[in-house]
């Protein structure tokens, strides 16, 4: 089901509304929506006294844009910045709350200071052009039915304070002292405890912009508080900014001014908690689809642009909710997971960037330590086609890249639904995938590819968009039943290549698929895989696992692999149900591409110099206990290790042990005689081991037990426990 156009029809009492917002619901759909009857309970807003005689003063129950408001006004003027200050804050269903903006005021700063949640269930506005800032740190509740009608920047939070560039301080969990006002801009949002929790539950469609909360083009909607939930609800920005940031504990936001509203930086929040989109626990109650979707969308003339920002601890996104934009940047950091999974209303759960008709392609950009992908999820980019009125119109922009960094892992489970997608089906290129991650599992069937298909969203055939290239990088990397494909079907030109940096092990297995084919008369692409050990596992099904860079009437392309070990495949033909793991870079109708194997051989250089001392043992007080070199029986050692023993080697003969008195040779002889007369000992003379040699007169050389280079005593040290170091 082609999903280019985001085009829904809303009928309620017999009234219909037509709204096309760009993003990814097939054009031909039409979805209904129940709208609940209105409440008519009166909104509860209730300044507290903080501000002294420029307190708030709340004129209740004015029409303003056809419903009974609250109207807002006083407060405490400081340059172009207006102050609030409120015990209570909540807008109830079906009703309005409005501040006045005074001329000149382009900042509107309103705290709670009180100890209740805000809820905002009807619709809250400014009269006038300024940003809005809601600060309770309690917690904040947007319902399924809430709504804001703003021409500026709106930015809710749950910190406890907002931090000035002249240093001061909007404090709303301290009101002991009067409040320091200034007409410095805000820096920064500081969290001291356990932040109050956010959760936007917000369904309207309203006929011109989007869906949910929403700001007008080119503004900033920002929530940042403590946990994020995002129940069934909606965030829509044109062209905009959206800010989504979940804080643990001590830390401060930094906040800075732009043409686009408020950019938010996080290097000074040690620690996170989570965000989660899901679905709404009552689907049917709200007046949208039930799921949770953050959207930068078109302008009407197809141009895109903005920024989908988003920082936590683990990042969720379930039962199809999305994050959608046409033309933006999309950034997701997460200090753990980023979790895209499951889908609901036939719509899977995505991370999702298309290229705007015109203007910037805009990136999909997750950093994190783990990206799960599973059960029908999706991360993707692509451009496309659009339909506007009975005309077909095609992007020449290029898709922007899809890039993961996951310091652990990334893990794709699921079918062919699940995976990394970056496609064209329009003029422009798909974009390019980049993954660095310590261990990338494809599993059951999921896929990272890059596509050209040749046909837009409508089956209408147009020219050429290549498809992206793909680069990983990984330290492992295990396919079961995975593919990797980047495959076009451009009429011609190069295919795109897929490239494989892993520094351990790669193992394929289970009829998985590595494919840089092209059809037409485009050449195939490149496969290049760098590891040190490339494993393929026997089939167990009717297909093996192959590696394929063919062509249908282009060149096949090129598959290099450099290696230290391959096992488990070989170079030939791939075709269906033939069992065996092959390389194949064949082309049906063109020339046959090229198989490289290059095997890396780990050698240990010839000019390496052994240092004695590290292969023996230099104790020096195991000096003749442990440490023994033993020649058994008589004859001598041959003149060089590489010959025979021959006549002319040294004779080395067995002798008694010599006095340890001194004189040396010349005395033993005369001693000779009167050793014989002497009866031998009871105890058996010990084993001395020889301490040097001598000849004697037939020179003959012998080994003697006493060092002959030395006069004097020489008696042999005995080493004990106490053995030092000479």
């Known amino acids: 089901m082609a999903k280019s156009n985001y085009s829904c029809l809303i009928r309620n009492l017999g009234l219909t509304f037509s709204l096309a917002i760009g993003g990814v619901i097939n054009p031909t759909d039409v979805i209904l929506f129940n709208i609940s009857p209105k409440n008519s309970v009166l909104a509860q807003i209730v300044p507290d006294q903080t501000l002294g005689a420029e307190s708030s003063v709340i004129n209740p129950?004015?029409?303003?844009?056809?419903?009974?408001?609250?109207?807002?006004?006083?407060?405490?003027?400081?340059?172009?910045?207006?102050?609030?200050?409120?015990?209570?804050?909540?807008?109830?269903?079906?009703?309005?709350?409005?501040?006045?903006?005074?001329?000149?005021?382009?900042?509107?700063?309103?705290?709670?200071?009180?100890?209740?949640?805000?809820?905002?269930?009807?619709?809250?506005?400014?009269?006038?052009?300024?940003?809005?800032?809601?600060?309770?740190?309690?917690?904040?509740?947007?319902?399924?039915?809430?709504?804001?009608?703003?021409?500026?920047?709106?930015?809710?939070?749950?910190?406890?304070?907002?931090?000035?560039?002249?240093?001061?301080?909007?404090?709303?969990?301290?009101?002991?002292?009067?409040?320091?006002?200034?007409?410095?801009?805000?820096?920064?949002?500081?969290?001291?405890?356990?932040?109050?929790?956010?959760l936007n539950q917000s369904q309207v469609l309203t006929p011109t912009l989007g869906l949910g909360l929403i700001v007008q083009p080119g503004k900033t909607l920002a929530l940042v508080g403590g946990k994020i939930t995002m129940q069934g609800g909606n965030i829509t920005v044109p062209r905009g900014r959206i800010e989504l940031g979940s804080v643990s504990g001590t830390g401060q936001v930094r906040l800075q001014e732009i043409d686009s509203g408020w950019a938010l930086s996080y290097e000074d929040v040690q620690n996170f908690q989570d965000i989660e989109l899901t679905q709404s626990p009552m689907p049917n109650d709200g007046p949208s689809l039930g799921l949770s979707l953050i959207s930068t969308t078109n302008n009407i003339d197809g141009r895109g642009g903005g920024s989908i920002q988003v920082q936590g601890r683990r990042i969720i996104l379930k039962n199809g909710s999305q994050f959608f934009g046409s033309g933006a940047n999309i950034v997701v950091y997460a200090s753990d997971t980023v979790q895209v999974s499951g889908s609901g209303s036939d719509f899977p759960s995505s991370i999702a960037g298309t290229a705007p008709l015109i203007g910037n392609p805009g990136s999909v950009v997750i950093n994190t330590k783990k990206l799960i992908v599973q059960d029908r999820g999706r991360v993707n980019v692509r451009t496309t086609g659009f339909q506007t009125g009975d005309q077909l119109r095609n992007t020449t922009v290029s898709a922007g890249n899809l890039i993961v960094n996951a310091s652990e892992s990334i893990e794709l489970d699921g079918n062919t639904e699940t995976g990394l997608f970056s496609s064209t089906s329009s003029f422009g290129a798909a974009g390019n995938i980049i993954i660095n991650t310590g261990k990338l599992i494809v599993r059951d069937g999921a896929i990272i590819s890059t596509e050209s298909t040749g046909v837009d969203a409508l089956d209408q055939p147009i020219a050429t968009g290549a498809a992206g290239n793909i680069d990983i990088t990984a330290n492992s990397l295990s396919l079961n039943q995975g593919t990797i494909t980047a495959e076009t079907s451009q009429s011609e030109g190069e295919g795109a290549n897929i490239i494989f940096k892993i520094s351990d092990l790669f193992k394929i297995e289970n009829e998985s698929l590595i494919s840089a084919t092209a059809n037409g008369s485009a050449d195939g692409g490149n496969i290049i895989i760098n590891t040190p050990l490339l494993t393929v596992l026997p089939p167990t099904g009717d297909n093996g696992s192959d590696i394929i860079a063919?062509?249908?009437?282009?060149?096949?392309?090129?598959?290099?692999?450099?290696?230290?070990?391959?096992?488990?495949?070989?170079?030939?033909?791939?075709?269906?149900?033939?069992?065996?793991?092959?390389?194949?870079?064949?082309?049906?109708?063109?020339?046959?591409?090229?198989?490289?194997?290059?095997?890396?051989?780990?050698?240990?250089?010839?000019?390496?110099?052994?240092?004695?001392?590290?292969?023996?043992?230099?104790?020096?007080?195991?000096?003749?206990?442990?440490?023994?070199?033993?020649?058994?029986?008589?004859?001598?050692?041959?003149?060089?290790?590489?010959?025979?023993?021959?006549?002319?080697?040294?004779?080395?003969?067995?002798?008694?042990?010599?006095?340890?008195?001194?004189?040396?040779?010349?005395?033993?002889?005369?001693?000779?005689?009167?050793?014989?007369?002497?009866?031998?000992?009871?105890?058996?003379?010990?084993?001395?081991?020889?301490?040097?040699?001598?000849?004697?007169?037939?020179?003959?050389?012998?080994?003697?037990?006493?060092?002959?280079?030395?006069?004097?005593?020489?008696?042999l040290r005995k080493n004990g426990e106490g053995c030092t170091s000479p």
Not at 554 to 570: D, V
Not at 583 to 605: F, R
Not at 629 to 645: A, C, H, M, W
Not at 649 to 654: C, K, P
């Open 61 to 198: 129950n004015v029409d303003i844009e056809g419903i009974p408001s609250d109207q807002i006004e006083g407060g405490a003027i400081r340059g172009t910045n207006l102050f609030h200050s409120f015990e209570e804050f909540n807008v109830s269903e079906g009703q309005g709350a409005y501040f006045v903006n005074p001329a000149g005021i382009e900042h509107i700063f309103s705290r709670v200071t009180g100890n209740s949640v805000s809820q905002i269930l009807g619709k809250l506005g400014v009269l006038g052009n300024a940003d809005l800032f809601l600060i309770n740190p309690n917690g904040i509740v947007f319902g399924s039915h809430a709504t804001l009608d703003l021409k500026g920047s709106f930015l809710a939070t749950t910190a406890n304070s907002l931090i000035f560039e002249d240093g001061t301080q909007f404090i709303a969990t301290d009101t002991s002292a009067p409040p320091l006002l200034t007409i410095s801009i805000p820096a920064g949002l500081q969290f001291r405890e356990t932040a109050g929790s956010i």
């Open 550 to 715: 063919k062509a249908e009437r282009g060149n096949g392309g090129i598959i290099a692999i450099s290696f230290q070990g391959i096992s488990g495949i070989q170079e030939r033909q791939a075709t269906p149900g033939n069992q065996t793991n092959d390389l194949d870079a064949s082309s049906e109708l063109g020339t046959d591409g090229g198989i490289l194997l290059n095997q890396i051989l780990v050698d240990i250089p010839e000019t390496v110099v052994i240092d004695p001392n590290a292969l023996v043992a230099n104790n020096p007080c195991k000096r003749g206990s442990e440490s023994e070199f033993v020649i058994t029986g008589r004859g001598g050692l041959p003149p060089s290790v590489n010959e025979d023993l021959s006549s002319e080697a040294t004779q080395v003969g067995l002798v008694e042990p010599a006095p340890m008195e001194s004189g040396g040779a010349i005395e033993q002889e005369s001693r000779e005689a009167e050793d014989k007369t002497i009866s031998p000992p009871s105890v058996p003379t010990p084993i001395i081991p020889a301490r040097g040699w001598v000849f004697n007169e037939k020179g003959e050389v012998v080994l003697v037990a006493y060092d002959p280079t030395v006069t004097g005593s020489q008696r």
